[in-house]
């Protein structure tokens, strides 16, 4: 297993110099701003510091016109799969960031850090975006792990792609056909900023060319998106000439009434995949959970026959062996008896 070093690539960039709009997904904690400040080549594009309960409240959208000229709109999440997260929460934001992305998704960001582990959580979060957006999804995403000031010359981020990493991360490699790139958030090498994020819209034009120059889109997405692009119009509603005040209080008050009703329609939308997401994935950890319980039964079944057959043997061998000395006894006994005949 091993990382998508690019060698040279960025040639690619000049074959899409539309606007380009990438998302940042991951665990609270992986450092998805700092990934985001890093893109845009601003320290404080995007809040970000240390802490267990996440800065990033909610989805929010800034840009940077690359020096060959592409423009690169970058979201920036709250941990929106987290296990904590209410559903109505994300739901909200869900719609929220598609409403952000109004040229549409070209590309998912999965965000890991080297220095905390593969956790469970990031595996169902994995899950949750391939079951709630579909399978396709993953033909979009691209793993960057953060971290990279961690490695050096003697132990390099190469070898660490080479350890044992779970069956489940490896995976998600597979499905990211092994797009992988490392970040040094913490870098003052203007070199290696430079690099890094060459490297990972390289990987971006290579999703977006094997995807036919198409940002993402399924049907519950492209209803989603309809409902985003309606919110969008009503909040860009302006004063018309001819109205009077009155008449523009009216409409002002039709429109964020419709605006609302609108929301809640979409939010619900949301919330309800959600649900059926949550709950296709606790049938399958409860069905996991039966089968590896059925496997440690029979485990331990097969243990238990193995002791017992074990025991068995050991009683058998220590009998024979009882028996033989008993035999070695009588011999010597039946000798020294014969001895004391013949004297």
């Known amino acids: 297993m091993g990382g998508s070093l690019i060698d040279d690539d960025w040639e690619l960039a000049g074959s899409f110099n539309e606007v380009k709009t990438v998302v940042l997904v991951g665990r609270t904690g992986n450092g998805k701003s700092a990934t985001g400040n890093s893109i845009l080549g601003r320290k404080k594009a995007f809040k970000s510091m240390r802490s267990p309960a996440g800065v990033t409240s909610s989805c929010e959208m800034q840009s940077t016109v690359m020096s060959d000229g592409q423009v690169i709109n970058v979201i920036d999440t709250p941990g929106l799969f987290d296990s904590s997260v209410a559903p109505d929460y994300i739901g909200k934001e869900i719609v929220n960031c598609i409403n952000l992305a109004k040229d549409g998704i070209h590309a998912i960001i999965v965000v890991f850090s080297v220095r905390n582990r593969f956790s469970k959580e990031e595996e169902a979060a994995i899950h949750s975006l391939q079951s709630f957006f579909g399978e396709k999804i993953t033909d979009y995403m691209i793993i960057v792990f953060t971290g990279g000031d961690e490695f050096d010359d003697d132990d390099t981020f190469e070898d660490y792609l080479s350890r044992d990493f779970p069956e489940s991360f490896q995976e998600i490699l597979r499905l990211c056909r092994n797009r ?164």
Do not use: W
Request: charged share 35%.
């Open 180 to 343: 992988v790139v490392l970040f040094d958030n913490k870098t003052q090498n203007k070199s290696k900023q430079v690099q890094q994020v060459k490297q990972l819209l390289s990987l971006v034009n290579i999703v977006i060319a094997e995807n036919g120059g198409q940002p993402y889109s399924d049907e519950f997405f492209v209803e989603l998106r309809k409902g985003a692009m309606k919110l969008r119009q009503q909040q860009e509603v302006k004063s018309l000439e001819g109205y009077t005040k009155k008449e523009m209080s009216e409409l002002k008050e039709h429109m964020n009434k419709s605006y609302e009703e609108q929301l809640k329609r979409i939010t619900e939308m949301v919330e309800s995949k959600l649900r059926e997401t949550t709950q296709r994935l606790e049938q399958q950890l409860v069905e996991e959970q039966a089968a590896r319980m059925k496997a440690e039964q029979i485990a331990q079944a097969a243990q238990e026959k193995s002791d017992d057959e074990i025991s068995k043997l050991r009683e058998s061998l220590e009998r024979a062996q009882r028996e033989r000395d008993q035999s070695l006894e009588d011999l010597r006994r039946r000798a020294e008896s014969g001895r004391c005949a013949i004297l």
